[in-house]
């Protein structure tokens, strides 16, 4: 499994805009990615990322941290692609 964390840049967090183009982004990827909000070092429970619903359900706001996971063939380019984008603001 390949893990990694990020804070969210977007001004409103993973809602609306910004968690629709997460969900379409990890659609696109060739391995299922998860994530994860991050409260006191701890990773809560993960929702599939190619849900914008279940990213909407995951309260993260401007500068949480959330942590990615994904197994198998490509899970670390899948990951590393949808941190990056968290990684950005998303509102500009």
Sequence with gaps: MYQRRTLVASSVGLHARPAGLVAKSAAGQPAKVRIAK???GVAGDPVDAASVLGLM????GFGDEVELSAEGDHAQASVDALADLIAQDLDA
């Design 38 to 40: 991050i409260t006191e």
């Design 57 to 60: 359900t995951l309260g993260a």
